[in-house]
């Protein structure tokens, strides 16, 4: 198993943390940049513009970086990050896909869409167009969110718990193919041993945390960290006793939810249905 890695270069502004963690990467590996091109397969000159600042280059080559220097995810995390300038990504936003980066498990709760790390291409976009995004900030920002699945399905893989209110399995959107072929890409990932899938049937009636999407974070040193989302805003939170709360609430949830097994046939039957229905 790779070796996660620590940040060690001192440039605060992510498209510069990029640059020199590339280079630190490439030094570390004894590569010069000709050698680098030769084994991962692109034009040398890239990595040289890349490791100056002048380009960010695209997912496909970033990734390749990331599995040859075996960086477990971690210059991918980076190349998210410099995507866009402060104001794109929010301090509780950075923080967040840092320590997702180092989590061995993830426990996530859906109220209102599907988690990012499972999302398709076309939900994402989707998803991202109605909130406003558009072009080649959409683009970047879908991108990022594919990137961020990857990590399912590598060899390390985290263990993820998603439980998903059945609002978020209902939402039809413009293009109810793509409704679909989520739901199928929903079924397909809870198929894989890292992976569980749970639906929150309406017939729960209330029940805690009605208005909060959460992720819970357990990184490598043991903590559990959470991150919170409402309409207004997203809190990454540290303090113990507010964890324990929300996890209690988190358990409740998963007790009134539907098992695994309950929630693949949940969300086949709806397959089903929509295949019967000629309105959809």
Not at 164 to 185: N, S
Request: overall charge negative; aromatic content about 8%; charged content about 25%.
């Amino acid at each position: 198993m790779s070796q996660r890695r620590t940040v060690t270069s001192l440039s605060q502004q992510p498209r510069a943390r990029f640059a020199e963690e590339l280079k630190a990467l490439r030094e570390a590996k004894g590569d010069s940049l000709r050698q680098l091109g030769e084994k991962v397969g692109w034009d040398f000159s890239l990595f040289g513009k890349m490791e100056n600042g002048h380009t960010l280059g695209s997912a496909d080559v970033v990734q390749a970086l990331d599995q040859y220097f075996g960086a477990d995810g971690f210059l991918v995390i980076l190349w998210e990050l410099a995507l866009g300038d402060q104001s794109q990504y929010k301090d509780q936003y950075r923080t967040f896909f840092q320590l997702e980066a180092e989590a061995l498990s993830m426990w996530h709760f859906g109220l209102n869409s599907v988690p990012g790390v499972l999302q398709t291409r076309e939900y994402a976009t989707e998803v991202l167009t109605a909130g406003g995004m558009q072009g080649e900030e959409l683009a970047r920002h879908v991108e990022a969110r594919l990137n961020r699945g990857a990590m399912l399905v590598r060899e390390d893989a985290p263990r993820f718990r998603t439980i998903l209110y059945e609002a978020v399995l209902r939402l039809m959107l413009r293009d109810e193919k793509v409704w679909r072929q989520q739901l199928e890409h929903l079924l397909a990932m809870s198929e894989r041993p890292n992976v569980t899938v749970q639906v929150l049937p309406f017939s729960v009636g209330p029940f805690g945390m009605m208005n909060t999407e959460a992720m819970f974070l357990q990184p490598a040193d043991g903590r559990s960290v959470a991150y919170t989302e409402n309409d207004l805003h997203g809190e990454v939170i540290v303090e113990g006793s507010q964890i324990e709360r929300l996890q209690s609430a988190y358990d409740a949830m998963r007790d009134l939810a539907l098992s695994p097994a309950e929630s693949r046939r949940f969300i086949g039957e709806m397959l089903e249905e929509a295949q019967c229905d000629p309105s959809i």
